[in-house]
């Protein structure tokens, strides 16, 4: 069983295992489009494709943030339709650092299904390697019940970060709330997706950037080393991963599990939820 990673040459071996779903993940936030468009041409094959605001997000609300969590029926439904159900090893990829395809990682280990992985290198890295690519509707897949259940303790909803924050408990460092967005829009100096600049005070950030090298996960004795450094004295069950809208933040999580540091949460609103109250305190710098 793959469950936080998988190598290209893995998957390679693995590729006519009718055990095997592998989910295609591409997506850009600038270019909706695009990542199905790009699956429409080539994909590895017996892929599916998952969309972002589609399929691994759910329907937008007045008071969340820009890719709420999707509802668990719909995901399980989703999923099932995808072909897979327990004892299936699932594989998401996207063009390359695992943002999108850690995004349905978690979402299925949300559910309880362990046995999912992302292709470290995602498509590029496959393709690098020469590997063939499919260019033909992938045959039909057997549609399978899948049944999962939420676990809510995976999560943390604006109102408890709130409590948290009123507290004391993040400036303290009680509590640690990890920021995964670039160090930029994190100091408020550069935000073009968001229309409040900023993060949540006493926030630490970690680019989800910073998990990689020459777009593959770093070691996991590195990413331990650097995560330890960010969670200073607390365990990483007292650690909460946000980014924009719940996506690259999931990133973080996948690199804490590599790392052997499990138990965080994930803030699914992020920080396009947090700023829907302008009531909400903003911090900037750092």
Avoid at 35 to 46: D, F, L, M, N, Q
Avoid at 57 to 62: F, I, N, T, V
Avoid at 166 to 171: H, I, R
């Amino acid at each position: 069983m793959f469950d936080t990673l998988i190598s290209v040459p893995q998957l390679a071996q693995r590729l006519e295992d009718p055990s095997l779903v592998i989910v295609d993940c591409r997506f850009d936030l600038a270019r909706p489009a695009w990542g199905e468009a790009a699956y429409g041409e080539s994909r590895i094959p017996r892929a599916r494709y998952a969309h972002l605001d589609r399929d691994l997000s759910g329907p937008l609300r007045p008071d969340s943030g820009r890719h709420p969590l999707p509802a668990p029926q719909a995901l399980t439904e989703r999923l099932g339709g995808w072909g897979i159900e327990a004892g299936v090893q699932v594989v998401a990829y996207d063009q390359g650092p695992g943002a999108f395809a850690a995004r349905l990682w978690w979402l299925l280990r949300w559910l309880g299904h362990s046995s999912v992985a992302v292709l470290d290198g995602g498509l590029a890295a496959w393709q690098a390697a020469r590997l063939a690519l499919e260019s033909t509707a992938p045959a039909p897949l057997r549609a399978r019940r899948f049944e999962g259940r939420p676990h809510a303790e995976a999560l943390i909803a604006t109102a408890e970060l709130e409590q948290l924050l009123n507290a004391g408990q993040l400036s303290s460092g009680e509590r640690v709330l990890i920021d995964a967005r670039g160090a930029d829009r994190f100091a408020g100096r550069n935000e073009s997706i968001d229309p409040v600049a900023g993060h949540i005070p006493g926030a630490r950030n970690h680019p989800f950037t910073d998990n990689l090298a020459d777009g593959r996960f770093l070691p996991a004795a590195v990413l331990r080393e650097r995560y330890l450094h960010t969670l200073g004295a607390q365990r990483p069950a007292q650690a909460v991963c946000m980014c924009g809208s719940g996506v690259t933040a999931c990133h973080t999580l996948l690199a804490l599990e590599i790392a052997g540091l499990t138990g965080a949460r994930l803030y699914g609103g992020s920080w396009s939820e947090w700023i829907r109250n302008p009531a909400r305190p903003v911090a900037a710098g750092g």
